[in-house]
């Protein structure tokens, strides 16, 4: 399962690599998304955060800059790992705010946000969840093994040459 499967990048990718296997794409808004490009993919315009999948439903529940946007994100982690089948995965990517004196490039950074921050008054910022957060969470739930990776902004794994 994608959630918040957004343009389908990660869905058509799972699709491809898994041709005899079923990957569901979630989204509030599933326009961009097309059932077409795979046979296995199948698209399903729903708001997870009131979604109620069957324990055991998924191997794989991925979630990318979706967690970041919830108000009841730790909720969210305990239902989506709770859709996991035995032994399954589940792959939360989030953004992740490094302040620019951790940067390995030197001289002046300017700063991710204007002053104040990201967000106008009155309304709620736009959280950068920090991953000590989701293992605490993950921990709660019984998963211990997780790892964590921090790469470069636009860089994915698979794009990586082996």
């Known amino acids: 399962m994608e959630s918040g499967a957004g343009a389908g ?4 990718w799972l699709a491809a690599r898994r041709p005899g296997g079923r990957v569901v794409a979630v989204d509030l808004d599933t326009r961009h998304l097309d059932a077409g490009r795979a ?5 399903q315009e729903a708001d997870v955060t009131h979604e109620d999948y069957a324990p055991g439903t998924f191997d794989l529940v991925h979630a ?3 967690f970041c946007h919830l108000p009841d994100r730790d909720e969210m982690i305990t239902r989506a790992a709770g859709w996991l089948s035995p032994g399954g995965w589940l792959i939360v990517e989030e953004p992740y705010d490094l ?3 951790h940067s390995p490039r030197k001289g002046p950074r300017a700063p991710a946000h204007p002053p104040g ?4 008054p009155g309304q709620r910022p736009h959280h950068r969840h920090r991953p000590h957060r989701i293992r605490r969470t993950a921990q709660g739930l019984g998963i211990h093994r997780y790892p964590s990776t921090i790469s470069a902004w636009g860089r994915r794994p698979w794009d990586t040459p082996a």
């Not at 990048?9 to 058509?12: K, Q, R």
């Not at 921050?117 to 106008?120: A, D, I, K, L």
């Open 9 to 12: 990048s990660i869905a058509y």
């Open 39 to 43: 046979t296995n993919l199948e698209i």
């Open 64 to 66: 990318r800059y979706l």
């Open 99 to 101: 302040p620019a004196v």
């Open 117 to 120: 921050g990201p967000h106008s």
